[in-house]
């Protein structure tokens, strides 16, 4: 498995989850990472993005100011802490690497996908 997910779990709304990847250092090192969810009956969407360096993040408008993308790098790790959870951000997530940023607004740049990892958000 060169991406693993995990971190899902059940939680109330306005809780917060921590959702961790790691992946082999193949597919991590000096690449893009990022965080994509999909919910039940929708299309896989964007949530979140960050470069190599770390010093570039993006984020889809619904989580902006709620999840926070971080990475790293000693650890080919990446992580999203997601706050304010609301039920509307139930999915399953699934991190990314890619070689470009531009996967934050077209998915065929990926270069790998992780398996998923479930958040559900109720009460």
């Known amino acids: 498995v060169q991406l693993q997910a995990s971190g899902g779990g059940l939680v109330q709304p306005g809780g917060c989850l921590r959702l961790?990847?790691?992946?082999?250092?193949?597919?991590?090192?000096?690449?893009?990472m990022g965080w994509f969810r999909q919910a039940p009956g929708k299309e896989r969407e964007f949530v979140a993005a960050?470069?190599?360096?770390?010093?570039?993040?993006y984020y889809a408008d619904s989580v902006k100011g709620r999840f926070t993308i971080s990475r790293d790098n000693a650890k080919n790790s990446v992580y999203l802490q997601m706050n304010s959870l609301k039920p509307e951000d139930t999915a399953v997530y699934y991190c990314?690497?890619?070689?470009?940023?531009?996967?934050?607004?077209?998915?065929?740049?990926?270069?790998?996908w992780g398996q998923g990892t479930l958040v559900t958000v109720s009460s």
């Open positions: 990314a690497s890619a070689r470009s940023l531009t996967i934050r607004t077209d998915a065929k740049y990926v270069d790998y």
């Open positions: 961790s990847c790691a992946a082999s250092e193949t597919i991590f090192r000096g690449n893009v």
């Open positions: 960050i470069s190599w360096s770390g010093l570039t993040t």
